[in-house]
């Protein structure tokens, strides 16, 4: 394990733990320079119920801050791959690592490699770029069993052992062997909503059957000689209405429980959406390609100073209300309201 102490982590522990200061404190002389932790993206983000906030990256591995520094894990300290595209902690406090190769499980003290049994018929994977055990997603359902999409299928864990949710038509399952689901969603009323871009519309599992919903075409933008149209989407959150949001490579969807309603460049979103949160005021916030926003419901309010790279790709708002942002390339940034604080700009 590796510790790193960061030029700003005095304004860290300020932010998880109170008022945030505006001057970056100072560093000692022998402190250096870097671009950013490594070239990759910083994706994903958990703050655990003790306050630690998590994020993993694309190239670097898992970091957790503890209020008073950061600590790397790496493949040095058991994770299977440095590329973590999500975390989960479930009801006992266990952190759950999905990599590019697998799935981990940290227990406090050390990495467990978790290996998904695969079913024997499952069909060849024949994509080069995804030849590993990809875990794309993951949650834990209001049951408390844990759902994981990975390239390999969706399975459900009910604490001894993993049972495949078929997605082969032949197994009756409900996308064809060529479709693939890349995030989930349960809502309050405990229905399961899956999303991949490979897939049209989006899906909704209540426990029963599964029923496919067809969403709005939304122009992604020039593609060739003609704009490309999408009309998938990832289920991202169900805001305190009940209104379930969906991203998409040509903006975003709102559902009622009736109708999707569409957001895209002509209400103010770009294209490729890759994050919405909702923070405690009820405020909607949309990371994407060129920055974040946010929506009060009548409005969107841009917003990008300090980005170095303005794609976006995962957004957390801390339990003091602070948000924070991963983008590509560049790291993690700090958001104070008006421009971004890079906090990935200096190692001790």
Not at 34 to 57: A, C, E, H, M, Y
Request: charged share 25%; net charge neutral.
């Amino acid at each position: 394990m590796q510790l790193f102490t960061f030029l700003t982590i005095l304004l860290l522990a300020s932010a998880c733990n109170g008022e945030v200061k505006k001057d970056l404190p100072k560093e000692k002389d022998d402190s250096k320079p870097i671009k950013n932790i490594g070239n990759g993206i910083v994706q994903r983000f958990l703050q655990d119920k003790s306050g630690n906030l998590w994020f993993g990256t694309t190239d670097n591995g898992l970091y957790k801050y503890d209020g008073k520094s950061f600590n790397q894990f790496t493949t040095n300290d058991g994770l299977d791959c440095n590329k973590v595209h999500c975390i989960l902690e479930d009801k006992e406090g266990k952190i759950w690592i999905g990599t590019e190769v697998g799935l981990c499980l940290y227990n406090g003290q050390t990495f467990d490699q978790i290996k998904i049994p695969l079913p024997k018929n499952l069909p060849p994977n024949n994509n080069a770029y995804y030849q590993n055990h990809w875990v794309f997603s993951m949650i834990q359902a209001k049951s408390g069993k844990i759902w994981f999409v990975t390239i390999d299928g969706v399975y459900i864990y009910d604490g001894k052992s993993f049972t495949h949710f078929p997605i082969n038509e032949a197994a009756n399952g409900f996308l064809t062997s060529n479709d693939k689901v890349e995030r989930i969603l349960e809502d309050k009323e405990g229905n399961v909503w899956f999303g991949g871009r490979t897939n049209e519309g989006v899906f909704r599992y209540d426990g029963k059957s599964i029923t496919h919903l067809k969403l709005p075409e939304l122009i992604q933008g020039q593609n060739g000689p003609r704009p490309k149209s999408v009309s998938w989407g990832w289920p991202q959150l169900q805001d305190e209405n009940g209104n379930l949001w969906f991203s998409s490579w040509g903006g975003a969807y709102r559902y009622d429980g009736k109708t999707f309603t569409s957001f895209s460049s002509k209400d103010g979103l770009p294209r490729e959406v890759t994050r919405i949160i909702e923070d405690k005021k009820g405020n909607i916030w949309f990371g994407s390609s060129d920055g974040l926003r946010r929506y009060d419901g009548k409005t969107f309010t841009y917003f990008k100073d300090g980005l170095i790279n303005p794609w976006i790709w995962d957004i957390l708002e801390d339990k003091t209300g602070n948000i924070w942002v991963g983008t590509r390339e560049n790291g993690l940034y700090f958001f104070d309201g008006k421009k971004f604080i890079d906090y990935t700009e200096y190692e001790h």
